[in-house]
């Protein structure tokens, strides 16, 4: 079985099911009868850009950024709820979001951001924003105001 269609498989396994583990992933995909490792199945993820997100319910599920990163015309981007602040230090940026939204966050940025932000690490309440030289705080906050309109 190729690659591609273990992708598609991930893919349609995301859409039917809430997904919080990878050993749930793995363990489904597995009875599919693919083999794979764990090793393969986090390239896979990191592949597919595939976040954990926070649900209502207080866990945590996997989703493709592109689901959360705004494209759902219905509503609004998830980081204009879990944003808290930003604060600069020198050329680096920190944001603290509410607990269990940095990676979804980040994933946005990243997503939607990166002509301004050379990339992201984010905690759990917590992001590293890492800009790209040349590039002035208020240009990075404007940047950023697309997918936080509270960030001004």
Same mark, same amino acid.
């Given at each position: 079985?190729?690659?591609?269609?273990?992708?598609? &498989?991930?893919?349609?396994?995301?859409?039917?099911?809430?997904?919080?583990?990878?050993?749930?992933?793995?363990?489904?995909? %597995?009875?599919? @009868?693919?083999?794979?490792?764990?090793? $393969?199945?986090?390239?896979?993820?990191?592949?597919?850009?595939? #976040?954990?997100?926070? %649900?209502?319910?207080?866990?945590?599920?996997?989703?493709?950024?592109?689901?959360?990163? @705004?494209?759902? *015309?219905?509503? /609004?981007?998830?980081?204009?709820?879990?944003?808290?602040?930003?604060?600069?230090? @020198?050329?680096?940026?920190?944001?603290?979001?509410? /607990?269990?939204?940095?990676?979804?966050?980040?994933? *946005? &940025?990243?997503?939607?951001?990166?002509?301004?932000?050379?990339? %992201?690490?984010? @905690?759990?309440?917590? #992001?590293?924003?890492? /800009?790209?030289?040349?590039? $002035?705080?208020? *240009? #990075?906050?404007?940047?950023?105001? *697309?997918? &936080?309109?509270?960030?001004?």
């Amino acid at each position: 079985m190729t690659k591609k269609y273990r992708h598609k &498989i991930i893919k349609d396994i995301l859409r039917t099911n809430e997904i919080n583990s990878q050993e749930m992933l793995l363990n489904l995909l %597995t009875e599919k @009868g693919f083999e794979l490792t764990q090793a $393969t199945l986090s390239r896979d993820i990191k592949e597919l850009k595939i #976040i954990k997100v926070p %649900t209502s319910k207080g866990s945590y599920v996997y989703q493709f950024s592109d689901v959360i990163s @705004g494209k759902q *015309e219905d509503s /609004p981007p998830l980081a204009s709820f879990g944003y808290i602040s930003l604060e600069f230090s @020198g050329q680096l940026a920190v944001m603290k979001t509410r /607990p269990g939204y940095a990676m979804a966050i980040a994933g *946005e &940025i990243d997503y939607k951001a990166s002509q301004y932000i050379l990339g %992201t690490v984010a @905690g759990d309440d917590t #992001i590293l924003l890492i /800009p790209r030289e040349n590039y $002035t705080r208020e *240009e #990075i906050i404007n940047s950023l105001s *697309e997918l &936080i309109p509270n960030i001004g």
